[in-house]
């Protein structure tokens, strides 16, 4: 999830000297590189108090299987909250630390960061450091490969506790819960992280279509909450409503089936080694420092203020800070694109590209059509001339038929006359 620390901003050089120091000191890291730090720190506080509950069924060592590790971050919590609770404690650490995320679907920096991280193996280096330098490497039993090859090969009803944190995307989450049912012991815990929302929040054909969309992290509808749709979606279909604490999530496993547990949250605080990182942190990006997440296209897409504004590259260098509505007017709604998110972003700007095509097509259909109608227009006007003339011939020509008849009338008409008034003219002359 790309969650916001300062790797939302980088300052790379600054967050590699921190590693780099970390590792020359032999202390663990858990920083914005490699986002060795993964989901909000927050979230830690809540697995010593699950780690109490294990404790009030359970005597004895605990047994723990923890489904993706990444850089060790919550191993090391899991482990020394046991420690603290005065217990024998080991952990099995299973995940493939290989890339993970499909690049041409999660289009974030994060994931592509990720990739290289587990690509170059630096990740796994940086784990095996930070169990060593936080003292657990010997209560770790690594178990790397895919969860969904290794899990079946694991000996049934053997954990006291199982951390389900590694793929997102549905069918891994509920193969992994699955195999977690048979995993773990009667009365034991099963717990995860990323359910920001329960499948009953978010209407069922938004959720299927976010499911299917095998997007890590998003948001469906007009709904601006950010979750991970197939955490939300496998744990409905497997456990049911299960007990949830700003996205991290447990239920205890009683004879078959899932009772929701009550965690005692009162003064609890952050484990060290994520204090320390929390502590060593340069300010983090807070919601109103604009960062420019990159360009699509003809556009800037800018995060602020929990929204993804593109802002069109003709419009030359804009502080989105001067307020959405002031840009809006000053630019116009052609240079500005608003959205929840990048892909609301991603979306409009295939839109506006569409548009422009049709726009296009259809100036170009309107040309034809006008000249079409021009050539018409003329070959009409010639017809019509043609038509005048020979109307006006034909009517020259009946006016000439009109006025010899009426002169051949007129020489009849006095030649009979002529005959009636003097017929002796006619003897006379023969
Ligand atoms: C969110 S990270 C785990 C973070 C860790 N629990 C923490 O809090 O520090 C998810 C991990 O799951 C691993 N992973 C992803 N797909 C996996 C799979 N199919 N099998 C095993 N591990 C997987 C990744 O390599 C990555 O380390």
């Not at 109103?288 to 800037?300: A, M």
Request: aromatic share 6%; charged share 25%; hydrophobic share 40%.
């Amino acid at each position: 999830m790309p969650f916001k620390t300062a790797s939302a901003l980088s300052t790379p050089m600054a967050d590699r000297n921190r590693l780099a120091q970390s590792l020359l000191r032999g202390e663990a890291y858990f920083g914005p590189t490699m986002a060795a730090l993964q989901g909000p720190p927050q979230r830690h506080r809540f697995l010593l108090p699950t780690a109490k509950k294990i404790c009030e069924k359970f005597e004895g060592p605990i047994r723990i299987l923890e489904i993706g590790s990444w850089a060790g971050a919550s191993s090391v919590t899991w482990v020394k909250a046991f420690i603290e609770l005065g217990r024998p404690v080991t952990i099995d650490c299973l995940d493939q630390w290989a890339p993970y995320f499909d690049l041409s679907r999660e289009t974030h920096a994060h994931y592509t960061r990720m990739n290289e991280a587990a690509a170059s193996e630096d990740i796994y280096a940086l784990f095996l450091h930070n169990l060593r330098a936080e003292g657990i490497d010997d209560r770790v039993n690594i178990l790397r490969g895919s969860s969904k090859k290794i899990l079946p090969n694991l000996k049934a009803e053997a954990y006291h506790l199982i951390y389900i944190d590694g793929s997102h995307l549905y069918p891994d989450v509920l193969s992994d819960i699955g195999q977690a049912k048979r995993l773990i012991l009667n009365r034991g815990i099963i717990c995860g992280d990323d359910l920001e929302i329960q499948a009953d929040e978010v209407p069922a054909h938004e959720l299927a279509q976010a499911v299917e969309s095998r997007l890590d992290y998003t948001s469906v509808g007009s709904d601006p909450r950010f979750f991970h749709p197939g955490v939300t979606a496998a744990v409905a279909e497997e456990l049911g409503v299960v007990s949830a604490w700003g996205g991290y999530w447990a239920i205890r496993w009683e004879r078959g089936k899932v009772n929701k547990i009550v965690l005692d949250l009162t003064k609890v605080n952050l484990p060290a080694h994520i204090q320390r990182a929390v502590d060593q942190e340069p300010v983090l990006p807070d919601e109103d420092t604009p960062v420019l997440i990159r360009t699509v296209g003809e556009f800037n897409l800018i995060s602020f203020k929990g929204q993804v504004i593109g802002i069109h590259l003709s419009s030359g260098p804009i502080d989105v800070r001067e307020g959405i509505p002031s840009i809006l007017e000053r630019l116009g709604p052609d240079k500005v694109l608003i959205g929840a998110n990048e892909d609301n972003i991603l979306c409009g700007i295939a839109l506006r590209k569409k548009m422009k095509e049709l726009e296009d097509r259809q100036a170009k259909v309107a040309e034809r059509v006008e000249s079409r109608i021009m050539e018409t227009d003329a070959a009409l006007r010639k017809d019509v001339q043609q038509s005048e003339a020979r109307q006006t011939e034909s009517v020259e020509l009946l006016r000439q038929q009109v006025a010899e008849h009426s002169r051949i009338l007129t020489d009849f008409t006095r030649g009979v006359v002529g005959r009636l008034l003097f017929p002796k003219n006619k003897n006379k002359s023969r």
